[in-house]
């Protein structure tokens, strides 16, 4: 597979080049460059295919120009220790639970598959190579969890003050490990004001070979296309009706990667998610994404730092647009609404769901009773584990789920062994000691 900008279809990269160089010089976005017909792999597939099967055929199937089946099948192996669970919940429902990662959220899977991925095209190439990111202890979390073990990648982490947590000692690169946490004496925005400009400047990404771990880079989001394919694969031998996923569009990354899962062949009917100010109901009552009212060429580069997904979903409508508008439904879905969604989901089935789960599920509602559509199967897609939103599901619910061990820990704060100002000189020092 090939991959090209979002504002450039005329030049195109391998896989290896779009994760290792993951911002294209035009300030687009990598994208695939075209489609793949998976059927052959998909109709094999059925509920005694494991994820980590799907992942490694699916992988061996795009990549094919790349990595061999076994290559495919180790780094699918190595990736997903863990995996989805599809639990139905009544006759046209199912939940498509993404939390059972090491870290309870949905980007433990593409942090894994990305790290495996890039560690196994650094030591064919005899190289390495630093990711930066800002965290407040979750998504480091999932960072140092994806890393850990590995030799040819090495991840720095920047705190706020006082938020240092998500890693043990023996993870530091002082300690022979791969992660370089640090304290930076400033708030998250200025943060990642910093961490942008060195993203920003080629001969610092060129001179450390930086690359990224959030989902600007295409390889952790490739994966994410994944879930509807192990989704499918348990629900085509019960379902025979139409096949909706349901879910929040947050920087839109799930949604791109559904698309993507229908671009390599899934069947699926469509994708009901909570509109927001960029992708809304345009007057026809179908879907729009407002941003495509400025030209892409007269926009600033991506944000390295704070990505959304957003252009991803243009270059989709703008290949496909009179399709899209039958494929993305946006549905207006207020505070209200969510938390009785989240009420009714815990009444109803026993069911914890944070807002942005219970905002798809109000979202799914009215779809189907719009359209009068009683025959379809929604499944609903819950990003991170429900104990991580306590506070809110407490509110809509009087209840809250327990938090299990595993994610307990990485509350558990860690007193900071190294602590810098906020300037780039800094941040430059630390990739000096780490070259």
């Known amino acids: 597979m090939q991959f090209t900008s979002t504002r450039n279809g005329k030049d195109t990269v391998s896989f290896s080049q779009a994760i290792l160089h993951c911002l294209p010089k035009d300030g687009g976005m990598y994208v695939p460059a075209y489609s793949e017909d998976l059927r052959p792999w998909i109709n094999y597939m059925d509920e005694s295919t494991s994820f980590q099967s799907i992942a490694g055929a699916l992988t061996s199937a795009l990549m094919k120009e790349e990595f061999s089946p076994l290559i495919s099948e180790a780094i699918a192996t190595r990736s997903f220790p ?13 939940e498509l639970e993404l939390f059972h990662g090491p870290t309870g959220t949905h980007k433990d899977f593409g942090l894994s598959y990305l790290t495996n991925s890039i560690e196994h095209i650094l030591w064919y190439q005899e190289k390495t190579a630093v990711v930066l990111a800002v965290t407040n202890g979750e998504t480091g979390a999932s960072i140092v969890q994806a890393c850990r073990g590995k030799k ?3 991840a720095v982490l920047f705190f706020e003050p006082g938020t240092m947590r998500g890693f043990n000692e023996s993870d530091c690169v002082w300690n022979g490990g791969n992660i370089y946490p640090v304290e930076v004496q400033a708030d998250r925005k200025t943060i990642a004001s910093l961490i942008g400009d060195v993203y920003r400047t080629p001969e610092l990404m060129e001179k450390y070979n930086l690359t990224l771990a959030n989902t600007v880079n295409i390889g952790r989001l490739l ?67 407002l941003d495509s009212l400025v030209p892409l060429k007269d926009r600033g580069a991506s944000d390295p730092v704070n990505p959304s997904n957003i252009e991803r979903l243009e270059e989709i409508f703008a290949t496909s647009a009179p399709v899209m508008k039958g494929l993305v439904f946006p549905v207006n879905v207020t505070n209200d609404e969510a938390q009785e969604a989240c009420k009714e989901l815990f009444m109803k089935y026993g069911e914890f769901a944070d807002l942005a789960t219970s905002r798809a599920y109000a979202a799914a509602k009215k779809r189907i009773q ?44 860690v007193k900071p062994v190294k602590k810098i100002k906020p300037d780039r000189k800094s941040i430059e020092l630390i990739l000096k000691e780490l070259n």
Not at 82 to 94: N, V
């Open 82 to 94: 863990f995996s989805p669970e599809l639990k139905q919940l009544d006759d046209s429902l199912y």
């Open 223 to 289: 994966s994410h296309s994944f879930f509807y394919m192990y989704a499918f694969s348990r629900l085509r031998k019960k379902v025979w009706g139409d096949i909706y996923y349901a879910l929040n569009e947050n920087n839109f990354g799930n949604l791109v990667a559904g698309l993507y899962s229908w671009k390599f062949s899934l069947p699926v009917n469509g994708f009901i998610t909570n509109s927001s100010p960029s992708l809304t109901l345009a007057a026809d009552g179908t879907c729009f994404v």
């Open 152 to 154: 040819h990648i090495k």
């Open 370 to 413: 719009m359209e009068e559509d009683e025959e379809s199967t929604v499944v609903l897609v819950a990003a991170d584990h429900p104990s991580l939103h306590c506070d809110e599901i407490r509110h809509a619910c009087g209840e809250s789920p327990s938090m299990p061990d595993r994610i307990k820990d990485i509350y558990v704060p």
